[in-house]
C-alpha cells in the first residue's frame, strides 16, 4: 500500500491478496475507482463512500448489492473515437495484404 497527501487528500492502492492496511483504507475510502466485478464485493467494506467510478461501461454487477447511498458513474462513451480508428486501421491493415 502506498499513500501519498495531494491536496488534503490520501490516495492508496490495495494489494492481492488483501492486507490489514488495506481493510483501514477501504473503511475510510470516499472515493473508489475499478473494475465494478472487483470492487462491487468491497462496497460493504467503504463505510463512507461517497463515489465509485468505474473503468468499464457497464456496471451490471453494482445492481446486485443493496447499498445505494453513494454515487456511481462509468466510462460510457469515452473510446468509441479510439476503437473506430483502430477498427478502420486494422481493416486497412488487412487489405493491403
Request: hydrophobic fraction near 40%.
Amino acid at each position: 500500500f502506498n499513500a501519498r497527501g495531494i491536496a488534503g487528500l490520501d490516495w492508496g492502492s490495495l494489494t492481492e491478496p488483501p492486507t490489514a492496511g488495506d481493510e483501514e483504507l477501504l473503511g475510510s475510502c470516499e472515493v473508489l475507482v475499478g473494475e465494478p466485478a472487483v470492487c462491487t464485493p468491497l462496497l460493504h467494506r467503504c463505510l463512507k463512500l461517497r463515489w465509485f467510478q468505474s473503468t468499464f461501461a457497464g456496471c451490471n454487477q453494482l445492481l446486485e448489492q443493496p447499498r445505494r447511498d453513494f454515487t456511481a458513474t462509468r466510462l460510457a462513451g469515452m473510446f468509441g473515437p479510439d476503437m473506430a480508428e483502430y477498427s478502420i486501421l486494422h481493416i486497412l491493415a488487412l487489405e493491403r495484404r
